[in-house]
């Protein structure tokens, strides 16, 4: 089976850090990604770890550390639009599968 | 210039209609999904599909069924809609599992509402 856990809300200020953890246990696993999702809109790609440590990719860094089942989304120089919901989804490439976390919705304030 | 495209946008339907829901991807990509979001947002997947092979989740009822004339579209047929089908519903694509390029792309999604 497939679990995954991620925080249901967080606040943050503009200009500041938050840092969106994902825990999961899964029975398959060859990847984690994150996706972003605004209100009324699709998800969109933000990153995807294979093996465990620190992807930077612009204001935007992913984690993994796979032993603990354990992975952080990082974002910097927080900024108003960056209010969405963040989802964490394990892929397991054997069965085609991708199995979404219930996201965390990060609000961003002045 | 749309990558992954859906129709309808909305659908608002009777329970017990049966009612479609079309997706095509101009990406080239090999493997198609549809997800089902519901109301606490919660996005799980329904199917993949990829080179003919169809990856069904367990969970999804026998009145869920996909459609694939080409490569390129992936169409959800619903029969007998129930009013636990409300949701919003997004296609997606990526290109051959196990390789470096896997992202997910997804469509804008199709709001069905069953009254």
């Known amino acids: 089976g497939q679990n995954i856990d991620q925080p249901t809300e967080m606040t943050a200020t503009e200009g500041a850090i938050v840092q969106i953890n994902c825990t999961y246990q899964t029975s398959g696993f060859n990847g984690l990604f994150w996706y972003q999702q605004h209100a009324g809109e699709a998800p969109t790609f933000l990153s995807y770890n294979v093996l465990d440590g620190l992807e930077e990719k612009g204001r935007f860094s992913s984690f993994l550390s796979r032993s603990k089942g354990y992975s952080y989304l990082l974002l910097k120089e927080l900024q108003m639009k960056d209010s969405a919901s963040y989802l964490c989804a394990v892929v397991d490439w054997g069965y085609q599968k991708v199995t979404f976390g219930t996201g965390t919705k990060l609000q961003v304030i002045p | ?115």
């Open chain 2, 1 to 115: 210039d749309t990558a992954v495209s859906q129709t309808p946008k909305y659908l608002v339907t009777q329970m017990g209609n049966d009612k479609s829901i079309k997706c095509e991807q101009n990406l080239g990509h090999d493997t198609m999904y549809w997800y089902k979001q519901d109301s606490k947002k919660f996005l799980k997947i329904m199917f993949s599909y990829n080179n003919k092979e169809l990856i069904i989740n367990e969970t999804v009822p026998n009145r869920f069924s996909p459609k694939s004339p080409d490569k390129a579209h992936l169409n959800l047929h619903i029969n007998s809609l129930e009013l636990g089908d409300s949701a919003v519903y997004f296609c997606a694509s990526s290109p051959k599992k196990r390789t470096a390029s896997y992202e997910q792309y997804f469509g804008p999604g199709t709001r069905l509402t069953v009254t």
